[in-house]
């Protein structure tokens, strides 16, 4: 299957940098180079405010970053978890992205950065996204809250959904796939090789 012109244009693109792969960084330096190639933000898509804060998560705060919309409240809610493989990613790599749905969608937006491996072990990321989610839902109706696909996180809203333990309580109003994958689909992804967004360092990685 032929990437999408566009996807391919970004891909060729991302190698003229001639930067090395992420799987062959530290996981500091990954993040390093995540964060230096994190999109400006677009004055054309301007919020009407941005505050950091904090919410209790399983072992002390979790940070957050709020993205307000113009207009009146109440908004609809979209709660960003950003991708990375559990073990890039932060409030800043993800703020144009943020912006840009806030400011889009005309809603308002949650960012979580939630803990990463390898510093802090499995489950820790998926703790910590379901903490914000519950904080945020003991305090609006879960009807208005949307949560964001992207990458490694497209399995929360799962988890996320048996983790609603109380009968009869509310589920969030749906998902929202943020960065899908046109370059694959079905079967297509066990055989996409380099240059691909699936490289065959994944397809063959030894699980054992």
Not at 11 to 22: D, Q, R, S, T
Request: aromatic share 6%; net charge negative; proline share 10%.
């Amino acid at each position: 299957m032929p990437l999408d012109p566009q996807i391919k244009k970004i891909l060729e693109e991302a190698a003229a940098l001639g930067l090395p792969a992420y799987q062959d960084l530290s996981p500091t330096e990954a993040r390093k180079q995540m964060l230096d190639l994190a999109p400006p933000v677009d004055p054309l898509l301007a919020v009407k405010r941005v505050e950091d804060r904090s919410i209790p998560g399983p072992v002390g705060e979790i940070p957050i970053r709020l993205y307000y919309p113009s207009g009146n409240s109440p908004f609809a809610i979209l709660v960003y978890f950003h991708g990375g493989g559990w073990v890039v990613g932060d409030l800043d790599t993800q703020d144009s992205i943020c912006r840009g749905l806030c400011h889009d969608a005309g809603c308002m937006v949650m960012s979580v950065a939630y803990r990463l491996a390898p510093e802090h072990v499995y489950p820790a990321a998926i703790d910590d996204c379901v903490a914000a989610y519950r904080a945020l839902a003991a305090d609006v109706d879960p009807s208005t809250i949307t949560i964001e696909l992207s990458s490694s996180t497209e399995i929360v809203p799962e988890i996320v959904t048996l983790a609603q333990v109380a009968p009869g309580s509310a589920h969030f109003a749906g998902t929202f796939p943020t960065t899908p994958n046109p370059a694959v689909s079905g079967n297509d992804m066990l055989s996409v090789s380099h240059g691909d967004t699936l490289t065959a360092e994944y397809v063959d990685a030894d699980d054992g």
